[in-house]
Nanobody, 122 residues
Framework: QVQLAESGGGLVQAGGSLRLSCAAS???????MGWFRQAPGKEREFVAT????????YYADSVKGRFTISRDNAKNTGYLQMNSLESEDTAVYYC????????????????WGQGTQVTVSS
């Protein structure tokens, strides 16, 4: 089991930045981490993912060049740096973990946090 807890969400103006954190506990070594988001009335969608080593990352086209995923395994914490935020980025953001390789498919992730709200005002 891996327990995940997101933090860092909030209200920000368009063009601004936020940094989300995802603290992991439990059976932690070896998992890939992903970030997903869900806007009201929409399905949960993939944002970014990173391997356990941090050596490989992958982004949704909608956030590429604006968001950066990273992790600090010594702190059991993952991060999502979000820059140049747009109103379309407004959603609840979730971090997730899976063992094995990284994936953009939400159903492949076994562990989820409770989510943190990000609201971008235009």
């Amino acid at each position: 089991q891996v327990q995940l807890a997101e933090s860092g969400g909030g209200l920000v103006q368009a063009g601004g930045s936020l940094r989300l954190s995802c603290a992991a506990s439990g059976r932690t070594p070896g998992y890939a981490m992903g970030w997903f988001r869900q806007a009201p009335g929409k399905e949960r969608e993939f944002v970014a993912t990173i391997t356990w080593s941090g050596g490989s990352t992958y982004y949704a086209d909608s956030v590429k060049g604006r968001f950066t995923i990273s992790r600090d395994n010594a702190k059991n914490t993952g991060y999502l740096q979000m820059n140049s935020l747009e109103s379309e980025d407004t959603a609840v953001y979730y971090c997730a973990a899976k063992y094995g390789g990284w994936s953009s498919r939400r159903y492949e992730y076994d562990y989820w946090g409770q989510g943190t709200q990000v609201t971008v005002s235009s």
